[in-house]
């Protein structure tokens, strides 16, 4: 990734949004040749001079105070995940050769034998591993079942994770079958989510084929791509419309794996007595006969072959 053009577009994409008007500022004139704020208005709310916010905006971070991006988040009204997102490209910028190397080198995650206990004990509700590219590195049961169509989809890859942003924009039939009327709004989420992604990691090379090769197949992509929009994943609501079972309305929480840095675990849970809740029991011996019968029909073969 180009640290300092995503500095620059993160930088004047928000500037554009904010008018005079949601700013505070008195509009004089009639004839704005910016859709938002003028370079100097931003400046001057947040107390630097406009030759050190156009420097800013050039994607110049390297020794720029907490202070200084305290006031300019707060003169662009960023929104917690856009905040974290400055302080993640100025912490970049500002890092040493040393680190970059590290983060170019950094291999993929994985799931490691304990979390996947911890995946398996939870039987009774869908759960999955995830890094901050949108790979799942590793589910339960219910998990697996739940995303069947990303498992089963024509772009899914042998050999490497089920991707969601792969899955939203190369086959986008199946994810808006998957997804219903919320699925626009999900490959939006999945774009901000990437981007998020990108201001801590810019170096990470996996990321950055994921983008290229996103952008080169998908109009949609590259569009959303471009909008520089940025998102926490923590907790909300879905609706899967699966093929199996139809609609399950489920909450989820994200949990963050301290000792593994950039993966989380993401849990799904539905309403007790919903709708939902019974959709998730049927989805549970759909997946008893279903996905283990491959595994079963394996151990048969062998078993005929040492026979």
Known sequence: ???KAETREFLATR?????????GL???????????????????????????????????LGGVSEEVLESLAEALQLDEAERLHLFDLARAANASGAARSRARRTPAGSVRPS????????????AFVRNGRLDVLGTNVLGRALY???Y????????????????????????????GEKSPRMAHDAVAILRAEAGKNPYDKALT?????????????????????????????????????????????ALVLPADPGLQMNVYTAQPGSPSA???????????????????????REGATDR
């Open 278 to 300: 019974d959709g998730l029991a049927l989805l549970a011996s759909w997946a008893a006969t279903t996905l283990a019968a491959p595994a079963e029909d394996a151990s048969t």
């Open 115 to 126: 979390v996947q206990r911890i995946l398996d004990v939870m039987g009774d509700v869908p």
């Open 15 to 23: 500037r554009a949004r904010i008018t005079p008007d949601k700013a």
């Open 148 to 150: 069947a169509p990303l």
């Open 209 to 253: 084929a994921l983008v290229g090769e996103l952008s080169t197949r998908s109009e949609d992509f590259r569009r959303l791509w471009a909008s520089h929009d940025v998102r926490l994943h923590r907790t909300g609501t879905k609706a899967f419309h699966h093929p199996a079972v139809g609609l399950l309305e489920l909450d989820y929480e």
């Open 26 to 60: 008195p509009a004089y004139g009639g004839n704005r040749r910016v859709p938002g704020l003028r370079r100097e208005e931003v400046a001057m709310l947040a107390g630097v001079s406009v030759d050190y916010y156009t420097r800013l905006e050039r994607g110049n």
């Open 152 to 179: 089963d989809s024509r772009e899914q890859v042998a050999g490497k994770p089920v991707n969601s942003a792969r899955f939203h924009f190369l086959d986008p039939d199946a994810a808006a079958a998957f997804f």
């Open 1 to 3: 990734m180009d640290l």
